[in-house]
């Protein structure tokens, strides 16, 4: 994304024509030696704080993860036992399937079941149109521009979605296109958050 500065690893190692091994460092070598009878307090000391830095995280996402199920098992019954949710519901619903179900084929035909509904909602066309142009379904095309014309905080993400699809389609001259709206909706971001991240004495309330 925008604040990657560098290739994935898969990327580098594609590059240089390798394969992804493991080449542990023999007995004897490394910090089996230079730190000598100091190893195993160093790596214990950095187990731990690795632990204490990273177990909260975990521990979140194991909360979010044992919620999402418990909502997506809710809607499910709910809806078994005929009762008809709220848009709000639903869409909370395929995205449910997808992340925590791991459905995503359910969940892209409930997308599109809502979207037929309300053809009108931005966010919904978003994600819709998202998921049909990561399978380089071409019928996303049409909601992205949508989104990117009615919402102005969807015209990033949107416009490097296109970007990328046209150019795996390969229309580089359609692909540079959204890549220059790309471009032009990140200088637009920044000066905005340029302006909003300093107060002057001429500003008036």
Do not use: M
């Amino acid at each position: 994304n925008i604040d990657d500065t560098h290739p994935a690893f898969s990327d580098r190692l594609q590059a240089i024509g390798e394969t992804p091994h493991l080449a542990p460092p023999q007995p004897g070598q490394a910090a089996d030696t230079l730190l000598g009878a100091a190893l195993e307090s160093i790596t214990r000391d950095f187990d731990q704080r690795w632990l204490d830095e990273i177990q909260p995280h975990w521990q979140q996402r194991y909360q979010e993860t044992q919620q999402g199920r418990d909502n997506l098992a809710q809607l499910n019954q709910r809806l078994s036992d005929g009762e008809t949710l709220s848009f709000d519901d639903l869409y909370q619903r395929a995205l449910l399937t997808e992340s925590i179900a791991a459905d995503a084929e359910s969940a892209l035909a409930q997308l599109q079941s809502l979207q037929q509904q309300q053809p009108d909602n931005l966010q919904l066309c978003f994600s819709l149109g998202a998921r049909q142009v990561l399978k380089d379904d071409g019928a996303g095309v049409a909601l992205l521009k949508q989104a990117w014309a009615g919402e102005p905080n969807l015209k990033i993400a949107c416009s490097e979605l296109l970007r990328d699809y046209f150019w795996r389609q390969g229309e580089q001259e359609t692909a540079h296109a959204w890549h220059q709206h790309w471009l032009e909706a990140n200088q637009q971001q920044q000066a905005a958050e340029l302006e909003r991240s300093q107060i002057l004495l001429s500003d008036k309330f």
